[in-house]
């Protein structure tokens, strides 16, 4: 007779084991900026140098101490952390959620394509500018490792579906993937997606590819 306790566990155990290997780290970003030379300047001194505080996932990424505050027509954001390294163009990255409290029509676009979208006033003490362009809401996507592409079937620019094992599974829709040599494989969503899927620290991913 065929036990099928059995044979049910061992079909959990090769689905948890096959989900494993093909599975991600999920990382929620809360708003930050990145800033080019001229604007560190303007908000820090001049010659000033970004201070890390810790490194993040991504090599050569980091957090810093430095914060900022947003203002928008309808209202500020306060304590915003600063990215590095600096960069050749500032951008900023909130949440549409966030995008609410500033009052500024916010698009969702992949990071560093900043044409067409809104500028936002940045303030660091007394100091202040005035981006002319560079406010998104980062469209969800994967850093992929290159040698990982082959492992999940990827390729650069491709759009995926991911499935998250929050507190409150969900597929995500939309996901752009991006693979190069220089990251390491993690997901980025925003604090209103992760709030969506039940996100906390450790939360997996998985791709499923689109059928369309």
């Known amino acids: ?16 084991r096959v989900q494993n290997e093909a599975c991600f780290e999920v990382e929620a970003s809360g708003k930050h900026v990145h800033l080019n030379r001229e604007a560190i300047d303007a908000l820090f001194g001049e010659g000033y140098q970004l201070t890390k505080a810790k490194d993040l996932s991504q090599p050569g990424q980091y957090a810093c101490k430095e914060r900022v505050t947003l203002i928008g027509p309808k ?13 050749k163009e500032s951008q900023v990255e909130v949440s549409l959620t966030d995008s609410v409290v500033l009052g500024v ?51 650069n620019g491709e759009i995926v579906q ?10 995500f829709d939309d996901v752009l993937v991006r693979v190069s040599s220089n990251y390491e494989t993690y997901m980025h969503i925003d604090y209103d997606e992760a709030n969506a899927c039940g996100f906390a620290k450790g939360t997996k991913g998985i791709i499923v590819k689109q059928s369309i």
Not at 1 to 16: A, R, T
Not at 77 to 85: F, K, S, T
């Open 1 to 16: 007779m065929v036990d099928n306790q059995l044979v049910e566990s061992i079909i959990n155990e090769v689905v948890k």
């Open 75 to 87: 209202g500020s954001l306060h304590n915003v952390v600063v990215l590095g390294p600096e960069r």
């Open 105 to 155: 029509s916010v698009p969702v676009k992949e990071s560093g394509k900043l044409e067409g979208t809104p500028g936002i006033v940045i303030a660091s003490g007394s100091n202040m500018i005035r981006l002319e362009k560079g406010l998104i809401a980062a469209q969800r996507h994967i850093h992929v490792k290159a040698e990982d592409a082959e492992k999940f079937n990827v390729k």
């Open 162 to 171: 991911v499935k998250v094992y929050g507190k409150r599974p969900l597929i």
